[in-house]
């Protein structure tokens, strides 16, 4: 097992504060809900809640060990062939690496003096050049079991360019091109519905650089009838809530955008459809609605897929007066604290959703994410004279930001406790968009990026729980000074300040009858493992990583969690549940077996 962490019961009733699963039957009764980060006593499905996991990594594959940044994102799971499909966009065209899984073996897969795996025992045997027959760079890709379908999320050069999704014929010994099908602007994620009959698209419409050109987001769909893939997709925007940003804003939705400037000679104005960036896809286990996440809009976009009338659910905020975080990256360690008057915008990136009692539940990896765009300018003065606000060597001059450090803001009287320097919040990055209620120039309150958490959602946009200030005590428990560290190097502490141990990556698969939902963390490179069969109980089982940690190494092992597949045991080729994550950083893929220790 490769530093894999197993934490004793009596450390996870600590840290998260959960009552032990009870030992009665096959159905038991469900427990009661309880305040936030507290679980009450649950029944279980015929195996016991609280049963030790066995984590063991038993694949790992590196494309483009040379340059490996970007090799292997995205990744999915083809039954059939168990085969593992992952996007490579580390060289300068895109394509789609296949690593056969068939004849796993776990030699060779020694750790190194830090205890960490860098060895290898999968590699790609066929490529597919997406280029070939799709311009454009991969984003994201999906396979569709029924028809045996490879969908492929391709993105054009510029803002205003249509994306495509390309098809591919997975049956045969070697892909095939089908077709190309045209979606929106930036096609961010692909998913099919779980029957196959449809394809859903997150389209980002991300801006300009300069916000000359700002697409608006959107969502298609695709019909699949009979294995036949229809030649136009349905779109679906979101013009209707243009009239409406005031309405969102108080649901808890975000909009921050330079509306009312000009910039490089024009003059920006902004619509709730330009605003909206959808990022990814979730479609309920029923096939009938898709679940949307609006990362930097704090929300939710709700289709449903009959008739493909659509609705928008905001989050809201996470209050951190009651919890604790470590703010600063200055501060010399570990300093958790609580901060009344700061809350956190979820922001989620990956999305899963689940059935449970007949109701849909919606599972979120809040990430968080601000907005910082740059166009080209020669030098600080043509960066002001075309309405930047800055110029960097290296950036370009910045068109937008709503990003900014606390201690640069002139808190309000409420924040008198606090220093507003590097040893408490004041390294901290917040928006400036929103706190200042009055327009007076002072912040009342501060909201952040992410909420350093995963949550689960019910179909209305009500939060049924939310792993509060978990993530970072867990971490900061196994790794000590070394956790938020960078997903590139070690340094401890280094990410305190901006969104933590960012939770980016998630999954749900079914271990011997108990759903676990998997989140993977960005910067530090680990995977949090909770039992979420039952949403109004749900607890903290696991922790694992392969990562080294030592300060002044060089990082090595499985960097930057960016995507994640689950392979059921009935589709394994070890017979057992798996777990495969595309490491963004370290261009590696990982396969983990998930079983329950004997």
């Known amino acids: 097992m490769c530093k894999h962490i197993l934490l004793t019961l009596s450390l996870l009733t600590i840290l998260s504060g959960c009552a032990l699963d009870g030992d009665d039957g096959i159905t038991g009764m469900d427990g009661q809900s309880g305040a936030q980060g507290t679980v009450g006593e649950a029944g279980k499905d015929g195996i016991d809640g609280n049963a030790a996991l066995d984590i063991t990594l038993v694949g790992r594959g590196v494309l483009n060990a040379q340059s490996p940044e970007g090799a292997a994102e995205i990744v999915a799971y083809h039954a059939k062939k168990q085969w593992i499909y992952a996007i490579n966009s580390s060289g300068e065209t895109a394509v789609v690496d296949i690593l056969p899984m068939t004849n796993l073996a776990q030699t060779g897969l020694t750790k190194n003096a830090q205890g960490v795996v860098t060895a290898t025992n999968l590699n790609s045997t066929i490529t597919i050049l997406l280029n070939d027959h799709t311009p ?89 009838t009979n294995g036949e893939i229809a030649d ?125 009692r007949g109701a849909n539940f919606i599972v979120t990896a809040n990430e968080g994410d601000g907005r910082e765009y740059f166009f080209a300018a020669k030098d600080s003065a043509e960066c002001v004279n075309k309405g930047g606000l800055e110029f960097d060597e290296d950036d370009g001059c910045l068109a937008y930001t709503d990003e900014v450090r606390a201690k640069d803001l002139k808190l309000a009287n409420n924040f008198a406790y606090l220093n507003n320097d590097n040893d408490d919040i004041g390294r901290l990055k917040v928006t400036t968009v929103k706190g200042d209620a009055d327009n007076d120039g002072q912040y009342e309150q501060l909201y952040t990026y992410g909420a350093r958490s995963f949550s689960i959602w019910d179909a209305n946009g009500l939060q049924v729980f939310d792993s509060g200030d978990q993530v970072a005590r867990i971490t900061a428990s196994v790794h000590g000074e070394a956790f938020n560290n960078d997903e590139d190097e070690n340094e401890g502490d280094t990410r305190s300040d901006a969104k933590g141990a960012e939770p980016e990556a998630l999954t749900l698969g079914k271990v011997g009858g108990r759903l676990f939902a998997f989140i993977g963390l960005e910067r530090m490179g680990g995977v949090m493992v909770y039992d979420v069969t039952n949403p109004h109980s749900v607890h903290f089982v696991d922790y694992f990583f392969n990562r080294g940690t030592v300060e002044g190494e060089d990082v090595s092992g499985d960097l930057a969690p960016e995507g994640m597949a689950f392979v059921s045991a009935e589709n394994s080729v070890t017979g057992k549940p798996l777990l495969i994550i595309g490491n963004e950083i370290s261009g590696s893929i990982a396969v983990w077996q998930i079983g329950y220790a004997e």
Do not use: C
Request: glycine share 10%; charged share 20%; net charge negative.
């Open 136 to 224: 454009g760079d991969a984003n994201s890709i999906a396979i569709d079991e029924n028809n045996q379908l490879l969908a492929v999320a391709m993105a054009s050069g510029g803002a205003s360019e249509v994306g495509k999704i390309a098809f591919y014929d997975i049956a045969g010994d070697i892909p095939s091109f089908i077709k190309n099908v045209e979606v929106g602007a930036l096609p961010d994620m692909v998913t099919f519905s779980h029957d196959g009959a449809k394809v859903v698209v997150a389209n980002e419409g991300e801006p300009a650089g300069d916000y000359s050109i700002d697409p608006e987001g959107s969502i298609s769909v695709i019909a699949v």
């Open 232 to 356: 136009t997709a349905t779109h679906i925007g979101f013009s209707a809530y243009n009239n409406k940003k005031a309405e969102l804003e108080d649901q808890g939705m975000m909009f921050a955008n330079p509306s009312g400037r000009t910039i490089n000679g024009q003059l920006i104005n902004t619509t709730v459809a330009m605003d909206l960036e959808p990022e990814y896809v979730t479609v309920s286990n029923d096939n009938r609605y898709a679940y949307v996440s609006l990362q930097e809009n704090n929300g939710l976009a709700v289709v449903d897929l009959t008739d493909h009338s659509i609705k928008l659910l905001g989050l809201g905020y996470k209050d951190w007066s009651s919890l604790t975080m470590d703010a600063s990256d200055k501060d010399g360690g570990i300093n958790f604290s609580s901060y009344p008057g700061l809350m956190g915008m979820y922001q989620p990136d990956t999305v899963a959703s689940y059935t449970w």
